[in-house]
């Protein structure tokens, strides 16, 4: 009796309210938002209510390879934007021989109402099947982010005009002719400045972040890194990145000497460029530099360049045969981190015929706590100081170290003792084979 009584009562009872349910709509969507898309789409089957909810989210995020089809990924990008305002747009796609052309019609669409992030990315798709970015992506005056990858970018750029763009990713496309260089040149330039207000004092902002990789297949593509770095360099750059893909020693690019007298950089990598001279050298903020299979005037300069940045922490140099630098010399009272590194570069072939005996490292940092020599050329490493135990070094790539100086041959073991003597109280110290052989018998 009293367990059919427990029945009776377990039936009669009210369901449990939906308090969610009776949330507004923009709270509901700002839920939803932070769900993953494809989680947010199935609320639609909850109640009649939700069925439309999700689409007042902000942000959508698709690949295509999660659709049973491309066409049910293409029909859902239809009718998601027919509805919804976004505000960030996250595209993965794999695209076939006959699937259909969509993206270039939703990336029109959505640029055109305050769009802030577009990313967009292809996956293994031909060049004749590449999607098309439409002209009003790059007048988007919303824009914060946007990276392509994969796609076809055509047309003319004389109104470009991206004024709030922070970030952007250029991977893998195909451009018409000067169009990238169009498209950068404008983007860098002060047509892209946006007017800030701090306290009723309107101040220009540019860009701050700089990062090019560069491949030039022609000797007669046009030289346009210089220009680009010359006018960042003019209006306060703060992190620039430059690198230049299989780059003929006599098509380098120039850097210019505005870069040398930045005030406002911090983080500073040029890899394979031409480093021209100059007496005046001021980068009072740099911390960090990488300076990677570059060619230099003469190796004074190097030295000198090195010298000029007061407050360097962390410094990388990659040495390539015909730089015009036989001795590395780093001075530096602030370097705590310094790698060494040696690229064969241009010259590969005579890799093993160099004359070793005239090329070297010179080292005096005193406060260096890391110091990795990654360098199978040079046969003279010498540290001017002592070094502190709490150094870790690092001596992997090192196989030589006899020196050469005025006539004079020093010995293996004589050099690899001066060396030693100076790192003899780190207690983190990684050396390879050969210089062991050294210390103990003296032959490489």
Known sequence: MEESKAKIMCYERPAREDM???????????????L????????????HRWETLWLLVSELDLNSSEFPDYNAFAGFGDRFLEKSCLHKLKLK???????KSCVTWWVNFVARRKLKHLDVEYLYVSRKRLEVMPISLFVCETLLYLRLSLVLVVGSFDSVSLPCLKTMLLEKNIYATDTLND????????KTFVSVFHGGKEENSCLHNLELVIRKDYDDDQCCVTRWVDYVARHKVKHLDVECVLVKREFLEVVPLSLYLCESLLYLRLHRVLLVGSESVSLPRLKTMRLEQNVYPHEAFLQFFISSCPVLEDLSIVRKDGDNVKVLRVHSQTVTSLT???E?????MLYHYFDREILGICIDSPRLKYLNINDD???????????????KVNLGG??????????????????ASSFFSCISSVKDLVISETIMKVCLYGAT
């Open 398 to 415: 090192v196989r030589y170290m006899s020196y050469y100086s005025g006539g004079v041959v020093f010995s293996n073991q004589q050099v």
């Open 93 to 99: 796609i794999m695209k076939r021989k006959n699937d």
């Open 340 to 342: 060494i590194g040696f």
């Open 377 to 391: 050329v040079s046969k003279c490493h010498i540290l001017s100081s002592f070094i502190s135990p709490s150094v």
């Open 36 to 47: 993953p898309t494809k989680e947010a789409v199935k609320t639609s089957v909850l109640s």
């Open 20 to 34: 969610i349910s009776k949330l507004p709509d923009p709270l509901i969507s700002q839920i939803l938002f932070y």
């Open 344 to 348: 064969p570069g241009d010259g590969h």
């Open 183 to 190: 498209l950068l040149s404008d983007v860098i330039s002060n």
